[in-house]
């Protein structure tokens, strides 16, 4: 698997941007079939920082309601990178 097919866009919500100020962590979401070394790596090449640790989380869909019954959204996996204190990611 190719480094651009590893992840899939950066999370940038409330609370990323909060552990981004306090922790030097970043939210990316990512393929579901990517491991942590993976992720390491495609992250590195990237962005050409050190990574310091890989932390991910399967997020299962939710089930919604239509007019035309019940679907579920989609699953989603999500890595958490912490990068090096004297390091950062430009996402914007």
Excluded at 32 to 44: G, L, M, S, T
């Amino acid at each position: 698997m190719q480094h651009e097919q590893v992840l899939r866009r950066p999370l940038v919500t409330e609370k990323a941007t909060q552990t981004i100020e306090a922790q030097n962590a970043y939210s990316f979401e990512v393929d579901p079939k990517a491991d942590k070394p993976a992720i390491k790596a495609a992250v590195e090449a990237i962005y050409n920082v050190r990574v310091l640790r890989v932390t991910t989380q399967n997020r299962k869909g939710e089930m919604r309601r239509n007019r035309y019954g019940h679907f579920r959204q989609g699953v989603m996996k999500r890595a958490i990178v912490t990068v090096h204190p004297e390091e950062s990611i430009e996402l914007f």
